[in-house]
């Protein structure tokens, strides 16, 4: 937004916007069929992916989605697969071995073909900076050993830093056997979690989220072709749950005790009838 100002001039921005991250870069390692480093400049007046279908459009915004979306609402790969019958295609583990094709097996089970068969790891990384120069990187670490597909055998740490930063400083993690404990003598200064909810608090704070909710709107808004029934949209994805409703039901809890609490073992009221009157006022 340009801003006229009283001497009739133009201020770049309103200082409003000046604390405020926008994501310039996108970095991925071993990411799907990305094999090694591939660097993405975002323009911070916006950026757009094209390209045929199997390209890779949808792989580097499920980075994106990995990076800031909570695992129990990430969903790889929604918009390219609205129309496909076959359900979900992707998951850390296609991506972390770089699952290119899909054969049918001899009982007729769809078998994924990967890139990286044996043990191997993944690294993706995005940079955030505001107009006063200030930096937030989110990064995240993946690995599994063996020849594994089972999601759970998949490893994650995740990192926050606020400088500068080139995915290429992972070098050292294959080196070390995948050793958490190496992460910090590598890197000091960043802030290393192996859970997301503590490095999903820290990195709201930076970058100025203040609903967790805001996490999956975005998801769902960049990973749908259509955002299908909007009552339906507008109630699960930008309604906060109502207090009133907690309240309520602990009201109806509370009340529920004080009448068995006054009935007794025996289930009977404990006020005599002729006081009943004297009992209800005196609740």
Known sequence: MIEANSNGGFLAEPEVALDQFRLVRIQTYNWGTFSGISDFPISEAGFLFVGPSGSGKSTILDAHAALLTPPRWVDFNVAAREADRHGKDRSVVTYVRGAWAQQTGDSGEYVSQYL???????????????????????????????????????????????RRFDIREFDFFPKSDFEVRKIRPSLPDAFVRDEFSTYQERFRRLLGIDNEMALRLLHKTQSAKNLGDLNIFLRDFMLDYARCTTNIRDRREASGRIRRTERGPSGRSRCPAADRDACTRTR
Do not use: C, F, H, M
């Open 116 to 162: 990286r068969p044996d043990t191997t790891w993944s690294a993706i990384a995005e940079t955030y900076r505001n107009r006063q120069g200030k930096y937030v990187v989110l990064g995240q670490l993946l690995w599994i050993r063996g020849k594994s597909t089972a999601t759970t055998d998949v490893k994650k740490a995740y990192l926050i830093l606020e």
